[in-house]
């Protein structure tokens, strides 16, 4: 079974930074391709960033520049640096197991092709 146990988030004010991490377990994070999605109350869960096949990192258009996406093989573990935070990043932040690399195609997320989610963490930014 995999697991991915997830943490960092809080609350911060706009313009504030927050560091999201996910360990895995049952599951090397360098075989395949690891992203986060996110999801604010009653919306959709949206695609943030991701790694592609060729471990180029892809990145939705509303945190381009500001986010960073990243990962420590040794450790087993995807980050998400997020910088010049907004009221609108505010949802439950979600890494994501994409084992074959199907959950970002041609600029946009495909949620449904996660193989497995972490729990979430919530970040919530104030005016």
């Known amino acids: 079974q995999i697991q991915l146990v997830e943490s960092g988030g809080g609350s911060v004010q706009s313009g504030g930074s927050l560091r999201l991490s996910c360990t895995a377990s049952?599951?090397?994070?360098?075989?395949?391709?690891m992203a986060w999605f996110r999801q604010a109350p009653k919306m959709r869960r949206e695609g943030v960033a991701s790694?592609?096949?060729?471990?180029?990192?892809n990145y939705a258009d509303s945190v381009k520049g500001r986010f960073t996406i990243s990962q420590d093989n040794p450790k087993n573990t995807l980050y998400l640096q997020m910088n010049s935070l907004r009221p609108e990043d505010t949802a439950m932040y979600y890494c994501?197991?994409?084992?074959?690399?199907?959950?970002?195609?041609?600029?946009?997320?495909?949620?449904?092709?996660?193989?497995?989610w972490g729990q979430g963490t919530q970040v919530t930014v104030s005016l």
């Open positions: 049952g599951y090397t994070i360098s075989s395949g391709c």
């Open positions: 790694f592609d096949a060729k471990g180029i990192p």
């Open positions: 994501a197991v994409d084992r074959y690399c199907l959950a970002y195609s041609g600029g946009w997320y495909y949620p449904q092709r996660v193989d497995v």
